[in-house]
């Protein structure tokens, strides 16, 4: 899984620089927000606003936090190698029964991949 999950997001980030955009059934496009907010420009915008601003807001502030935390879940997504279950998710259209079909394979696999970090841990 942590292969699959790598390589789909290779082929997105591959697709995002062509100009390509990758969709669902429903027409739907398939952005990260790790490949959104990593941008240069949108990096150096945010870093001069908060270094050469005296009066920011705390909605600004926030909006920095939110993105961040976006990053964060999506690169503990990939590291897991769960992300791979999410483009599973979105492909099959992201209703209800997606969620279940995907949750039903989700579920033992983060089982497993938990009880693989405590044997890890435990040296066993």
Do not use: H
């Amino acid at each position: 899984m942590y292969c699959v999950s790598s390589f789909a997001v290779g082929g997105q980030l591959v697709a995002d620089i062509f100009g390509l955009t990758l969709t669902n059934y429903n027409g739907e496009e398939l952005k990260s927000p790790v490949i959104t907010s990593i941008n240069q420009n949108t990096i150096n915008s945010v870093a001069s606003y908060f270094t050469n601003s005296t009066n920011f807001s705390i909605t600004d502030v926030a909006g920095a936090f939110v993105s961040a935390a976006n990053v964060l879940t999506q690169l503990l997504l990939i590291l897991t190698g769960t992300y791979i279950f999410f483009i599973i998710w979105f492909l099959m259209g992201g209703d209800i029964i997606a969620t279940f079909v995907v949750g039903a394979m989700t579920i033992p696999y983060i089982l497993l991949l938990g009880n693989t970090i405590l044997v890890k841990i435990r040296g066993v």
